[in-house]
């Protein structure tokens, strides 16, 4: 696959896991902001979105922590460090089973377990262990970001399996936090409490106002990335004032 630029370049790298639809929008306001991103996917199809969008574009899984530690390896070589790490893939891609949410407790399957609650934390896993110890390697300061649902929040009837790999990817996200705060890696839980709305195609059924804008949530991303070391927000949630917000 086509890739930007060659060599080492000297200005801020970023990594993008998963870049069909938020992903691209962030890679395109980074890109726009001159940092040199990586995007990462397993489709061809949205590798040849990130290399229109001006970033290099990488094969990977971001459930397998040797292609994260690839990727990361890859954007340090072109880019002589890496400043910012975002995780925007989807961890159920198309392998769910069951009902949307994995039905209800007493019906749900073993396998609609693994599909809706243990594939989404052991996705975050694989992307936070192997982000984590390369970024401490590496040393100084960096940003890790984890992208999930308002599923992280509160549970749903019909909906426990999805709520608890929801609750799974926070819990994880949030030890992250707390191991990495003294090394001066600074992660967060950015949570899209509704459906986010495709940057191309029709809309998923809902009405517009209330989805979420995939290019305001890369601002918050930016928002994020640009966080110093005195103001580092851990958990930062996104809901449109037309979606249902629970406190």
């Known amino acids: 696959m086509a890739a930007e630029g060659s060599g080492s370049e000297a200005r801020r790298g970023a990594v993008v896991f998963g870049a069909r639809n938020l992903g691209r929008a962030v890679i395109e306001l980074l890109r726009t902001d001159g940092w040199g991103v990586v995007g990462v996917a397993r489709s061809h199809a949205t590798l040849e979105g990130v290399v229109a969008a001006g970033a290099r574009a ?10 994260v530690r690839r ?15 975002v995780n925007a893939a989807s961890a159920y891609g198309g392998d769910r089973t069951g009902p949307f949410g994995g039905g209800r407790i007493a019906e749900a399957a073993p396998e609609a377990f693994d599909s ?30 984890q992208v999930t649902g308002g599923s992280a929040r509160r549970a749903m009837p019909g909906r426990g399996l999805w709520a608890a790999g929801s609750f799974g990817v926070r819990a994880l ?55 110093g070391a005195r103001s580092a927000t851990h958990e930062l949630l996104v809901t449109p004032l037309a979606e249902r917000w629970v406190p």
């Open 58 to 67: 990488m094969e990977g899984d971001v459930t397998d922590g040797a292609s």
């Open 71 to 85: 990727a990361l390896d890859e954007a340090a070589t072109a880019f002589g460090r890496v400043d910012l790490v």
């Open 116 to 145: 809706w609650a243990a594939a989404p934390a052991r996705s975050a896993f694989a992307f936070l262990s192997a982000s984590a110890a390369f970024l401490l390697e590496q040393g100084g300061p960096a940003t890790v970001i």
């Open 173 to 227: 996200t949030n030890a992250a936090a707390l191991e990495l705060r003294e090394h001066g890696i600074h992660v967060a839980l950015l949570i899209v409490d509704a459906g986010i709305e495709p940057l191309a195609g029709a809309q998923p059924g809902a009405p517009t106002d209330a989805l979420a804008d995939p290019r305001a949530l890369a601002e918050a991303v930016r928002f994020l990335a640009d966080q």
